[in-house]
């Protein structure tokens, strides 16, 4: 399984969208300083996510999640 997933900053409530085969592993990977983008908004928590069979799906849902619709979409997501 595929995952596209966006994570808010628990610092500012910023998203960040991305896409994984392990969305466990990638959070803590986030919350460990691995990834340089997220790296100076630590800590981040699971906003939203969905499940896809293949990585190209979850690829494009990502940049769906990118675009100005997406953001919207994502506005009228409830936090979990």
């Not at 998203?15 to 790296?39: D, F, Q």
């Amino acid at each position: 399984m595929y995952y596209a997933y966006v994570l808010r900053s628990e610092v500012d409530g910023r998203l960040y969208k991305g896409h994984c085969e392990n969305i466990e592993k990638r959070l803590k990977e986030h919350n460990t300083g691995k990834t340089k983008s997220t790296k100076g908004f630590m800590p981040w928590e699971l906003f939203y996510f969905e499940t896809f069979k293949t990585r190209e799906e979850a690829i494009e849902r990502e940049k769906f999640f990118k675009t100005g619709k997406g953001r919207e979409f994502l506005k009228n997501q409830q936090f979990h």
